[in-house]
């Protein structure tokens, strides 16, 4: 059974940032998925066309759909082979909390692609807390505070804007 027009018009306005949920609208869809054409591992997903020219049109409109292709196409090999993989969506903020043992002065915090901007609360000095953005990914926060002995520090990361 071939994708209708319908379909196929649903594939290339699909709303961002929903892309699993337009990789599970075209699953069904595809022909041969339940034969080893379509192999989802995590959000890598691995899917051959078979030749079948009902998924290559599913393949036209996932180009069609610009910003999909431009973020999860990740490579395409000859006979109809597609390899596209999900962005992982982060929160604009975590808090964690770590422990650090009794004999430790010094943390230091690395700066992650997620975020780049963290506050630390400091126990025992009065809640004080450091604040530091991350100007780049070689970047990192030293903390030396006498008040970490064997202290649970609290550490928000954030994404905010420049």
């Known amino acids: 059974m071939y994708p209708s027009d319908d379909e196929l018009e649903k594939i290339k306005t699909w709303p961002l940032p929903d892309w699993r949920g337009l990789m599970q609208f075209i699953r069904p869809i595809w022909n041969y998925s339940d034969c ?4 989802e591992e995590g959000s890598k997903y691995s899917i051959s066309s078979g030749g079948w020219s009902g998924n290559e049109d599913i393949i036209g409109a996932l180009q069609e759909n610009y910003i999909f292709w431009v973020i999860c196409w990740f490579s395409s090999q000859r006979g109809g082979h597609h390899v596209f993989v999900l962005p992982t969506v982060h929160p604009k903020e975590e808090t964690i909390t770590e422990h650090f043992p009794w004999d430790s002065h010094t943390i230091t915090l690395k700066h992650t692609p997620m975020y780049n901007y963290c506050t630390v609360r400091l126990p025992g000095n009065k809640g004080r807390e450091l604040e530091h953005r991350f100007a780049n990914w070689k970047n990192s926060l030293v903390v030396q505070n006498s008040y970490l002995d064997g202290e649970d520090i609290e550490i928000k990361y ?5």
């Open 36 to 39: 080893g054409y379509w192999v």
């Open 158 to 162: 954030q994404e905010k804007g420049i």
